[in-house]
């Protein structure tokens, strides 16, 4: 459960630094955006090592087979978000995105903050169910 908790946690500080890497970017701070997303790569680190502990502890413990199921299929959910957020991050990075016209970073930025609002609402709904809500 406590992993559990880690893991989301990282998901929602990985999707925050790529929201400020992006706001960064689009302030034509450059230098501070790369910092953000240095960031993303140190933060995805811990959390495969928490995703890695809970797959472990999963295929030993003894649990109802589609409790486990459920389990499983959480954390592979939870794992494609932070795939997808790493993978948008590592594009940032390369192309030439200060190129890209003002109008289009401004609206990746607005899908940045649904983006987030809505991995807010994952660990939320992930933290609830732990309690018990």
Request: proline share 2%.
């Amino acid at each position: 459960v406590d992993l559990l908790g880690e893991y989301t946690d990282s998901l929602q500080s990985i999707i925050s630094e790529v929201r400020k890497a992006l706001k960064l970017l689009n302030d034509m701070r450059v230098g501070e955006a790369r910092a953000s997303f240095a960031k993303v790569v140190e933060i995805d680190k811990k959390a495969v090592k928490a995703r890695d502990q809970i797959v472990a502890l999963l295929e030993q413990v003894r649990l109802d087979p589609s409790l486990k199921e459920d389990l499983f299929h959480l954390v592979k959910a939870l794992d494609r978000i932070t795939d997808w957020v790493k993978e948008a991050s590592r594009e940032l990075t390369i192309i030439p995105y200060l190129e890209v016209p003002e109008a289009i970073r401004r609206g990746l930025e607005r899908m940045i903050d649904v983006i987030v609002e809505a991995v807010e609402n994952v660990v939320k709904a992930v933290k609830a169910a732990i309690r018990g809500d």
